[in-house]
């Protein structure tokens, strides 16, 4: 790293203050906003002038303002109507040669198309929080009850994100870690850093700290420092040879499996782009989907389920609805190689991609024909 990774913010400009007479209007007076300073550095940092900035929590509107000063296009979604009115007032104010825009919307489906964002920039709404959340409640993230809920509400957000933004665009997601109010650490920065970096590539933290010292609504804990997150929408060539010998061992192994995707492509010599991971269809059977997660933890892989790492016995009622397994190895010279296992496709039943598969040096793979319709379903062409 060669930039310094932690950042003293002071105080608030007066002048990039949210008005104190919009910080009345709203329910809690606004103590969950961000500063305009924390956003402008990281604005100035991950963008250019004229680039198109989101803010899926966009609360007051903190992010958009730093946008019109800085010459971004902002675009933010908030969940609170109220909320959404103050943004709106706020930035009515505000001088700006760019647009911004706020709508009324859930971060977890916002109308955004994609690879669109050039930068997502946003402070999450923390779990834990006795914060009243306006909005549809179901909706709210500062109403969920539950941890592995809260986790699940911000890995359907950043999957969203890794969908708007542009190959190259960056995430930047500001987070503490909290200690609630009887004491219980929750590591809710770090948990959202993995849930990430299964979407996107992590790239670097760096630390805001502030002179804070009252504890947070809820919490024990000052927000004295926090996390940025950034990440990047990159997906890096896999070594093919390494593919390869993994699915040779998957083989040897006594799995049942059909290549598709681009590694199947590659495998058929018939690659548009080199592939980033492997992508394997797998019957629908308990013992295959066991023998999968016992045979890739063995080979030094780690396996997740929608953001959750699992192990062999799996919890198959769990996996139900839940399309597939990823597995990931990571080597200590940082190559790494990712499989995602389907084992639910509609489109294409297990039976019927056997039926039709080729054998590449041994290898199952699906027919070209079926893999280029399952791509065109999957990037929606079809
Ligand atoms: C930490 S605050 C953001 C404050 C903002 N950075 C600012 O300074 O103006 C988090 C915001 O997320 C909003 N929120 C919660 N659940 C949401 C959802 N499902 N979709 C969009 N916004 C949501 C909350 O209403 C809250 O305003």
């Known amino acids: 790293m060669t930039h310094q990774s932690w ?19 709203d329910r809690v007076a606004a103590i969950d906003r961000g500063w305009v300073e924390q956003i402008r550095l990281f604005l100035t940092l991950f963008s250019q002038p004229g680039e198109l900035v989101y803010d899926p929590f966009a609360g007051f509107g903190t992010t958009l303002v730093a946008c019109a000063l800085e010459g971004r296009r902002g675009l933010g979604v908030e969940i609170d109507p109220e909320r959404v009115d103050l943004a709106r007032t706020w930035l009515a104010d505000v001088e700006s040669r760019t647009q911004q825009e706020v709508l009324l919307a859930d ?27 306006g909005g549809p409640q179901h909706a709210q993230a500062y109403v969920i009850e539950h941890y592995a809920d809260y ?10 994100l890794a969908r708007v933004l542009r190959p190259g665009g960056r995430l930047v997601a500001l987070l503490e870690n909290v200690v609630l109010a009887n004491g219980r650490f929750v590591p809710q920065a770090w948990d959202a850093a993995r849930l990430i970096g299964g979407r996107l590539e992590l790239e670097e933290e760096r630390i805001l700290c502030y002179d804070h010292k009252q504890p947070q609504e809820g919490t024990q804990t000052s927000r004295a420092h926090e996390y940025a997150l950034i990440a990047c929408k990159r997906r890096r060539p896999m070594d093919l040879e390494a593919a390869r010998c993994l699915l040779l061992q998957l083989l040897a192994g006594g799995l049942s499996f059909t ?35 016992s045979l890739v933890r063995g080979l030094g892989f780690q396996v997740m389920s929608w953001g959750e790492p699992v192990t062999a016995p799996l ?13 990931r190895r990571l080597e200590k010279d940082g190559a790494e190689l990712m499989v995602d296992a389907t084992y639910e496709c509609p489109w294409l039943p297990f039976d019927e991609a056997s039926e039709h598969q080729l054998k590449c040096r041994g290898i199952p793979v699906a027919s070209k024909h079926h893999i280029t319709r399952l791509m065109k379903v999957r990037d929606g062409s079809l």
């Open 7 to 25: 950042i003293h913010l002071t105080d608030e400009a007066q002048a990039t203050r949210l008005p104190e007479a919009l910080k009345r209007r």
């Open 107 to 133: 971060a977890r489906n916002a109308p955004l198309d994609p690879d669109s964002v050039d930068l997502c920039l946003t402070n999450l709404p923390y779990f834990g929080s006795r914060l009243v959340g």
């Open 151 to 160: 986790l699940a509400f911000l890995d359907s957000v950043f999957a969203q």
């Open 259 to 293: 290549v598709i995707g681009s590694m199947g492509l590659v495998l058929l010599g018939d690659a548009p782009r080199h592939p980033a991971d492997v992508d394997l269809l797998l019957p629908a059977s308990p013992q295959q989907l066991d023998l999968f997660a």
């Open 315 to 327: 919890d198959h009622e769990k996996l139900q609805g839940r399309f597939y397994l990823r597995a």
